[in-house]
């Protein structure tokens, strides 16, 4: 399984902000962002100043991506 933070971009894109934005509204570092922008994993603290900074919740800004199965399973 994978993780995917494409929902926080769209967000992010309709909240008309740059990534710098969030870093300083949910007062993250650049190296969480940095992070988010490879979908690699990131502290639940991280993940919930986001979504306080944001106002949303945390289906809003992620997603779980599941491994197909492979041959047959």
């Known amino acids: 399984m994978a993780v995917s ?3 926080l971009w769209k ?3 309709d909240k008309d902000m740059k990534k710098k934005d969030l870093q300083a509204a949910a007062d993250i570092s ?3 962002i940095s992070k988010l922008g490879r979908n690699e994993n ?3 603290a991280v993940l919930m100043k986001i979504c306080n900074a944001l106002k949303c919740d945390i289906g809003d800004i992620m997603e779980i991506i599941r491994d197909e199965p492979k041959g047959g399973e």
Do not use: E, F, N, P
């Open 42 to 44: 990131v502290t639940t």
């Open 5 to 7: 933070y494409k929902k």
């Open 30 to 32: 650049s190296g969480a």
């Open 11 to 13: 967000l992010l894109i």
